[in-house]
């Protein structure tokens, strides 16, 4: 499984756009790239998963270039309540049986009034 | 729909006591899962049940921890005995099949908080 590195803080504005960018330089063919989203005394709660070019749901964006080595989740117009800590994971989410997530210590986001 | 639920929310054990966690998955969800947070440091996979099954085990610490799922329905993970390095967060998590299309969201309960004395 295909280890990330994304930044450990960022800080934003209400209403801004926000784009965290994960690393994953050894990124297997079959792996998808998966984004959670935790916040505090919560458990962690699925955003968004892709495996190439752009992603769109309700909640945020998945920008993935042709060499998958990087994606970047933005997150448009964020509010106070999207301060929470955003995991990049990628892995063979059907990879037979084996399905478990590898976690980093994900990005603390941090929305200021 | 309910989601995943954790019993209790937190336990504060004195070491060398015995601990039990119960997890009861959203209803129809055949694949378990069970997650530890260690403060300061990642979620950490532990097992992964399919129905009844131990599908994957290798995130298992040691042999003091015994996780069950009778039934295929609820899951309880019990520490016996608990160490002091045993304290952290416990999650769990469950999913459906999914297609070779990818997939495979795993919806996560809020967690049990242990703390070992």
């Known amino acids: 499984l295909a280890k990330t590195t994304q930044p450990i803080s960022m800080d934003s504005y209400e209403g801004q756009e926000v784009n965290i960018t994960c690393s994953h330089n050894n990124i297997a063919t079959n792996d998808y790239i998966t984004w959670y989203q935790q916040f505090p005394s919560q458990g962690p709660r699925f955003i968004i998963q892709g495996y190439k070019t752009k992603v769109t749901n309700e909640v945020a964006s998945l920008f993935i270039p042709a060499d998958r080595k990087s994606s970047t989740l933005s997150l448009p117009r964020v509010s106070l309540s999207d301060t929470a800590v955003y995991y990049c994971l990628v892995g063979d989410t059907w990879a037979g049986n084996n399905r478990k997530l590898i976690w980093g210590l994900g990005t603390s986001l941090a929305v200021n009034p | 729909e309910a989601g995943v639920t954790q019993f209790p929310s937190h336990s504060v054990i004195e070491k060398g006591q015995t601990v039990t966690l119960r997890c009861d998955p959203i209803?129809?969800?055949?694949?378990l899962y069970w997650y530890r947070r260690v403060m300061g440091k990642e979620i950490k996979f532990l097992l992964h049940f399919v129905k009844e099954s131990k599908q994957d085990e290798s995130g298992m610490p040691n042999n003091r921890f015994l996780a069950e799922r009778t039934g295929g329905t609820y899951s309880t993970l019990k520490v016996q005995p608990a160490e002091l390095e045993d304290s952290g967060v416990y999650f769990c998590a469950s999913s459906q099949e999914q297609g070779a299309s990818g997939g495979n969201e795993q919806f996560f309960g809020p967690g049990t908080r242990l703390t070992v004395l």
């Open positions: 209803s129809g969800h055949d694949n």
